[in-house]
């Protein structure tokens, strides 16, 4: 196994784990795959998250402070901004357009809905409990929640990345701007310790294909009803045709902007889009991410230091074109007449529900329940509308969680080429392999 590369590695490890898993469910010892396997896989989670907000600030830090001007970083945050809503425009297009073809909505049958909603309407509930209380804060909260009132709080909750990088930019930027033999002892020290973490994640990754495996078994144990999964088939159909879609286009702009190969993309990508099917959280695949956009795409930190953290907080180009998709559907099915101006505040919303949707699973479906809202869909058909894509929600989420970290991958590809900083490829040693 040695000279395989590692998205080859890490493939075998979720076949194997979706076969275990199926076989042992089969034979009655799902529970035994819930207890003895299970837990590897939540290791394997654990370790990437653990490292993510250190690395958030060691990679920044260096990134920011490797800058000669300040002027460099505004042009880059500006053009990662403009490309991020493009992008994920595109894709709640896509969304709304294969969902107007298709119409999958109206294949779903009364049988399946009085099925889905006997077993799903105790999760739609919780989910639109929880809906209820982010809409319950004013326009402005969201900005407001970018500045930390405490930086070491903020660093303590992966959940608050947006603040850790708004400290964390603020630091990098008076770093240039104060004396600079002062700066560079500080800098030295992130410098160091960017380069330790970056070693972390090819340790770790040694371990992916265990990770995935037990996450894959794991998962077959605890889908409960998996027949319903094929009643929503065309509805998963047009979700995933779109995400392959979006997969297309990203391959084509990278290759026609930055003259890189589609394989040369997708071979240094693959195992950061791996890890992110598997784990179905774009926070805890961040450190793969940026290991492999840097390492093996040949993006200059100064670039994916900034535009991949950004990226997995904001731009969320797989989550919106589903709950485009999903919204659509869920009126489709439930006879709720959509007009063209609902549809354009399903496009609107969406954007900004993809931005506010934390990046880690299931969170897609909390914020389509507000773009449900938004077009005044009618409460007294939400729990029936959410119970009915929730059986399929899982395999969705890990499908659109691989396009949201590609999205964050190519857009770090054009940002870097249009400053000139995409670079030759530098696996550092170790990495994606053991040799003794
Ligand atoms: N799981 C997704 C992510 O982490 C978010 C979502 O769509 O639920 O990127």
Not at 15 to 20: R, Y
Not at 233 to 240: E, F, K, N, R
Not at 254 to 272: C, D, E, N, Q, R
Request: proline fraction near 4%.
């Amino acid at each position: 196994m040695k000279k395989l590369a590692l998205h080859w590695k890490i493939l075998i490890g979720m076949l194997l784990g979706f076969l275990v898993g199926f076989i042992l469910t089969k034979t009655g010892n799902a529970e035994f795959v819930k207890d003895w396997i299970g837990p590897f896989g939540t290791i394997f989670i654990r370790l990437l998250k653990m490292i993510a907000i250190p690395l958030i600030i060691a990679s920044l830090v260096k990134g920011i402070s490797d800058l000669e001007d300040i002027s460099k970083f505004s042009r880059m945050g500006i053009r990662t901004i403009i490309i991020y809503v493009v992008t994920t425009l595109i894709a709640i297009t896509i969304g709304l357009s294969l969902v107007h073809i298709i119409k999958p909505g109206n294949s779903v049958t009364e049988e399946t809905k009085t099925e889905l909603l006997k077993e799903f309407s105790g999760t739609a509930a919780g989910k639109i409990e929880k809906a209820k209380a982010q809409e319950e804060v004013g326009p402005l909260q969201p900005l407001v929640d970018i500045v930390p009132d405490n930086v070491f709080n903020a660093m303590s909750s992966n959940g608050l990345m947006l603040q850790v990088i708004f400290f964390v930019i603020l630091l990098g930027i008076c770093m240039i701007l104060i004396d600079k033999e002062k700066a560079a002892s500080l800098k030295s020290i992130f410098d160091a310790l960017n380069d330790v973490i970056m070693k972390m994640v090819d340790i770790i990754m040694l371990f992916a294909p265990i990770g995935v495996f037990a996450l894959m078994a794991n998962l077959v144990a605890e889908t409960t009803k998996p027949d319903l999964l094929i009643a929503l088939l065309s509805y998963g159909v047009t979700v995933i045709i779109g995400l392959f879609l979006m997969i297309v286009f990203y391959v084509t702009v990278v290759s026609v902007y930055t003259k890189k190969s589609p394989l040369f993309f997708l071979k240094g990508i693959a195992p950061a889009q791996l890890v992110a099917f598997s784990t179905s959280s774009s926070a805890a695949t961040l450190p793969v991410t940026m290991e492999r956009v840097e390492e093996h795409l040949g993006v200059d930190e100064e670039v994916s230091s900034f535009v991949l953290p950004v990226g997995a907080t904001i731009n969320m180009d797989g989550t919106s074109l589903y709950q485009a998709v999903a919204a659509v559907f869920i009126c489709q099915a439930l006879g709720v007449e959509l007009t063209i101006g609902m549809t354009a505040t399903i496009l609107a919303t969406a954007l900004l529900a993809s931005i506010g949707s934390a990046a880690v699973p299931g969170a897609g479906v909390i914020m389509l329940i507000i773009v449900l809202e938004s077009i005044n869909f009618p409460s007294e058909l939400l729990g029936l509308g959410i119970a009915m894509i929730l059986a399929v929600d899982r395999p969705l989420d890990m499908c659109r969680t691989m396009v949201n970290v590609t999205g964050d991958a190519t857009v770090s590809m054009l940002v870097a080429k249009s400053i000139d900083k995409l670079g030759d490829p530098a696996p550092k040693e170790l990495d994606d392999h053991y040799t003794l």
